[in-house]
């Protein structure tokens, strides 16, 4: 059992940064891939970016390459997803989540309580 704390979501003005964490608990994180999703108000689920056990792979969905960038702290059992050039089109409430496979397919077993972000024009 993996259990989840997202955090440092804010209201950011467009064109801002914003970096969000999520701590682990559990002596395992680092066998876990994690990823970060958003959801949008009136909107589905979106995966954004996700990053290897190691952390030495990581994969993004278009809209934020460039932009956004996930780490990890497996000393800490910590993620982090660093955003950069906000827009307003980024406003969602972000969850972080743990899966135990790697790749774009792998279903993610838990999940954070999410985090608000809010990018004002």
């Known amino acids: 059992q993996v259990q989840l704390v997202d955090s440092g979501g804010g209201l950011v003005q467009a064109g801002g940064s914003l970096t969000l964490s999520c701590v682990a608990s559990?002596?395992?994180?680092?066998?876990?891939?994690m990823g970060w999703f958003r959801q949008a108000p009136g909107k589905e689920r979106e995966f954004v970016a996700a990053?290897?056990?190691?952390?030495?792979?990581?994969y993004y969905t278009d809209s934020v390459k460039d932009r956004f960038t996930i780490s990890r702290d497996n000393a800490k059992s910590a993620v982090f997803l660093q955003m950069k050039s906000l827009k307003p089109d980024d406003t969602a409430v972000y969850y972080c989540?743990?899966?135990?496979?790697?790749?774009?397919?792998?279903?993610?077993?838990?999940w954070g309580q999410g985090t608000q972000v809010t990018v004002s024009s």
């Open positions: 559990g002596r395992t994180f680092s066998r876990y891939a």
């Open positions: 989540a743990a899966a135990s496979a790697w790749g774009p397919s792998a279903p993610y077993d838990y």
């Open positions: 990053i290897s056990g190691s952390g030495g792979n990581t």
